[in-house]
Nanobody, 117 residues
Framework: QLQLVETGGGLVHAGGSLRLSCTAS????????MRWYRQPPGKQRELVAS???????NYADAVKGRFTISRDNAKNTVYLQMVNLRPEATAVYYC???????????WGLGTQVTVSS
């Protein structure tokens, strides 16, 4: 089992920045593809960004150029740096870990991000 805990959410004005963190409970974190998802109010969960075990990143078109995903395997932590936030970024942000070997996936409980206009 891999437990994930997200932190860093909060209330910010449009144009502001936040950095989300997701810390895993085990050092096998480094063997997992890490993803950030978000679920806006009344909408389905959507993929925001991902980072492979080797550090390759991918982003949803809506956040390219403004969000940056990174990982620190020594700290078992993945980050999502968000700048120039827009009100449509308001959502619960979830951390996801996916093992490409076992295909198991793990989820955190989420952290709320609210961007006021």
């Amino acid at each position: 089992q891999l437990q994930l805990v997200e932190t860093g959410g909060g209330l910010v004005h449009a144009g502001g920045s936040l950095r989300l963190s997701c810390t895993a409970s085990r050092s096998t974190f480094g063997n997992h593809i890490m993803r950030w998802y978000r679920q806006p109010p009344g909408k389905q969960r959507e993929l925001v960004a991902s980072i492979s075990t080797s550090g390759m990143t991918n982003y949803a078109d809506a956040v390219k150029g403004r969000f940056t995903i990174s990982r620190d395997n020594a700290k078992n932590t993945v980050y999502l740096q968000m700048v120039n936030l827009r009100p449509e970024a308001t959502a619960v942000y979830y951390c996801n870990a996916h093992s490409p070997i076992t295909q198991r996936q793990y989820w955190g409980l989420g952290t709320q991000v609210t961007v006021s206009s």
